[in-house]
Structures are given as structure tokens and as C-alpha cells.
């Protein structure tokens, strides 16, 4: 199987507190973890990613992290603001032959003041 | 710096017509290209795997009778959507890989789809 299931599917939250996002794949060959964030009727933005050679990254307040063994990534928005309200979806790279990925099924964060 | 560039940016179509798409890569090589469809407050769902000089690759909810592809060389891949009807409306991106990479993918700013 190749699924990446992505939970919650909706979060809010209080400004200035963190929401974290989690999501798992099936398969072990799976080499990169990307994070995309899409604002209404705009195309996905990559914000963040990891390649299965790390276990944590982190940039400008986004912090990922991956478990291969549980097949497992997550990411965790530390200090949100109204700005981050937007969908997040999570994604799983395969290269077999050809490169692509799949996509989790998207949360949409809410950062209310 | 690797660019990708889709056409038309938005397009409008009557049912039961068709329309074509496409994706140009900038800077790098595509030797692989992947076409994904976001319908409407859904996710991205990939739509078939395209690699120069190798058979597409259909997924399961998709058919090459639909979605014809070409990708005739390392820079250009199109895809039309035939007969389209409502449930074929969303934002279709395309992603390559840069032969020189095993990780990241490129995606276009994708082609938004109204069917009326």
C-alpha cells in the first residue's frame, strides 16, 4: 500500500500556542517528507520537508519529525499566528522508476486570536 | 534555478468538451513527469506517472482514454482532460523530478478546471 493518512482533519487553536500535525505511510521505501501549505484558491506552497536520512528539522518556527520506524512524520508549528490558518498537507515520495508523491488528506488549521 | 510552468493558468470548458494542459520545465531535466488533480475541498490525488522513454503509468481511477499524456521530451509534458464533465473540475498539477535528483519534485502553478 502506499496511503498516507494525515490526522486531525481540522485543528484550531489560540494564537501564540502550538498545533501539531501528524500523518503515516505504508511504505518503507518512501525516501522524502514534504509539507505543503495552500491558501485558498492558490496552488500548494512547500514549506518544509525531510529526507528519510534525518529525524528532525527545523526552520523559522516549523519543526518536522520522522519516525521510519513506526513510518511516521510530523509537524509542529510552534508560536501560530492568524497568518498560518490555511490547509496543510502532508506528502510521501516514492521513486520507482519515475518520481511522485502522495499526498495526506490535508488539515486545516485555524488560528483564532 | 529549477522552474516549472503550466498553461493555462485558468481555463473554462463546456460539458462533454475537452481540454488540454501543459507543463513546461525550466533549468533542469524532467525525466520524470506526475499529474495530480485537487478537486474541490479535496485532496491531491495522483493521476498517472509519466517517465521519458518508459510506459505511463495510470492509477487506478484514472485511464489513459480520459486522460491522454505525452511527454515527448526532458522539458515538456501535456495532458488532456476528454469529454469533461463537473466531477473532472479542480486544480491540476503537474510535479517533475530533476534527473540530477532523487527527491524533490517541482510542481507547476497548476491549471485550474471549471466545467460548465
Known amino acids: 500500500g502506499e496511503q498516507v493518512e494525515q490526522l486531525p482533519s481540522i485543528l484550531r487553536v489560540q494564537e501564540g500556542s502550538s498545533a501539531s500535525i501528524n500523518c503515516t505511510y505504508e511504505n518503507s521505501a518512501s525516501n522524502y517528507f514534504p509539507w505543503y501549505k495552500q491558501e485558498p484558491g492558490e496552488n500548494p506552497k512547500l514549506i518544509i520537508d525531510?529526507?528519510?536520512?534525518?529525524e528532525r528539522k527545523q526552520t523559522q518556527g516549523l519543526i518536522v519529525l520522522l519516525d521510519k520506524k513506526a513510518k511516521r512524520f510530523s509537524l509542529h508549528i510552534t508560536d501560530t499566528q492568524p497568518g498560518d490558518s490555511a490547509m496543510y498537507f502532508c506528502?510521501?515520495?516514492?521513486?520507482?522508476?519515475?518520481?511522485?508523491?502522495?499526498f495526506g488528506t490535508g488539515t486545516k488549521l485555524q488560528v483564532v486570536p | 534555478g529549477a522552474l516549472v510552468y503550466q498553461y493555462p493558468r485558468r481555463t473554462i470548458c463546456k460539458s462533454g468538451t475537452s481540454m488540454r494542459m501543459e507543463c513546461q520545465a525550466v533549468?533542469?531535466?524532467?525525466?520524470?513527469v506526475a499529474w495530480y488533480r485537487q478537486s474541490p475541498q479535496k485532496t491531491f490525488e495522483l493521476i498517472a506517472l509519466s517517465t521519458v522513454n518508459s510506459a505511463i503509468k495510470y492509477e487506478q481511477n484514472f485511464t489513459q482514454e480520459k486522460f491522454p499524456i505525452s511527454h515527448p521530451n526532458l522539458s515538456f509534458s501535456s495532458m488532456t482532460v476528454l469529454n469533461a464533465y463537473l466531477e473532472d473540475r479542480g486544480l491540476y498539477l503537474c510535479?517533475?523530478?530533476?534527473?540530477?535528483?532523487?527527491?524533490?519534485?517541482?510542481f507547476g502553478p497548476g491549471t485550474r478546471l471549471t466545467v460548465l
Open positions: 510535479g517533475a523530478r530533476d534527473w540530477g535528483s532523487s527527491y524533490e519534485q517541482y
Open positions: 506528502a510521501a515520495s516514492y521513486s520507482n522508476s519515475g518520481t511522485y508523491q502522495r
Open positions: 525531510i529526507r528519510s536520512n534525518m
Open positions: 533549468g533542469f531535466q524532467a525525466t520524470s
